[in-house]
């Protein structure tokens, strides 16, 4: 059996990985608690949609590849698949999103939310096999089936507990002690899974074809950072439904008085109008005016 070393890079990848999982648990909140305020089926769906590439993307694919970027194997180089690995993305943020719709939309139940964190638990366990499995490397690979399932049970039980705060976490506060509990959560699940790994190297195998991890890391940093603008952006220039409720009612009140001054005016008007015709009637009802005589030179 070969020796695996999960921090190749010391501390930096599991922080860096962990960080990634916070932000976009984070932004994922903050989608979903928009979406809890849409009153419009487009617009809920618009944000939920955003929460699943947030949550689905940045904090579980991301953390996962970049937690994968420390991992080494002793006697043999170790290279990525490329299609298999995008692959892996497309899956955890689909079932995600699959998931955060059959919690978001209708009636929150305890059902809704155990089928949509069982299937997105499922989901994202498949996606981080999927995304071990496109590793590619001199040597044989196996798992030990109990921490296989442990990785699966945490992968469940995170996906389920992430559904429940993302349908009930209001508040900055609670919004990013949330967050935190649902980085922990993932790289938890993600570490579990790795250790259920072995391998049997094959150092006199031929070498490894596929795209090294470092070459793979930027272009996914550039993704990540836009998209982190994308929902930044989104948050910041929608408002909420609040504040759509009290643009609505400020509009309301200033129509309200518009049209008060509107019939005020029109009664001055015509009260003005009134006068002058009642003062013109008068004028001529009564006595002409005397003429003055002339002065006589």
């Not at 059959?102 to 989901?123: C, E, K, N």
């Not at 070459?215 to 952006?233: E, Q």
């Not at 005020?264 to 009134?274: E, F, G, I, K, L």
């Amino acid at each position: 059996m070969a020796t695996i070393d999960h921090f190749q890079y010391g501390w930096i990848t599991p922080v860096l990985s962990f960080g990634l999982s916070v932000l976009g648990s984070f932004l994922g909140l903050l989608c979903a608690a928009r979406a809890r305020e849409a009153q419009a089926w487009g617009r809920r769906a618009w944000w939920l949609g955003l929460a699943a590439w947030a949550i689905g993307g940045t904090a579980i694919w991301t953390m996962h590849f970049t937690a994968m970027l420390g991992f080494r194997v002793a006697g043999t180089q170790i290279r990525y698949d490329v299609p298999v690995t995008v692959l892996s993305a497309v899956i955890a943020v689909a079932v995600v999103g699959i998931g955060l719709f059959i919690v978001g939309f209708g009636r929150v139940s305890w059902p809704r939310l155990v089928l949509g964190g069982m299937f997105a638990g499922l989901g994202v366990a498949g996606m981080h096999y999927l995304g071990m499995g496109a590793m590619r490397m001199r040597g044989r690979v196996d798992y030990t089936p109990s921490l296989v399932a442990a990785s699966v049970l945490i992968a469940v039980v995170a996906a389920t507990a992430a559904f429940w705060l993302a349908v009930n976490v209001r508040g900055s506060r609670a919004v990013t002690g949330a967050a935190v509990v649902m980085g922990f959560a993932v790289s938890g699940m993600h570490y579990t899974g790795m250790a259920a790994m072995g391998v049997h190297a094959q150092p006199t195998g031929p070498a490894p074809a596929g795209a090294n991890g470092s070459t793979l890391l930027l272009p996914i940093m550039l993704i990540v950072i836009f998209v982190a603008f994308v929902l930044f952006y989104a948050l910041l220039a929608s408002p909420t439904e609040d504040d759509r409720a009290a643009s609505a009612y400020l509009a309301d009140r200033a129509a309200e008085r518009a049209a008060a001054d509107r019939v005020a005016a029109d009664r001055a008007a015509a009260q003005t109008t009134s006068d002058w015709a009642t003062g013109r009637s008068a004028g001529r009802a009564g006595p002409p005016p005397a003429r003055r005589g002339r002065r006589s030179s």
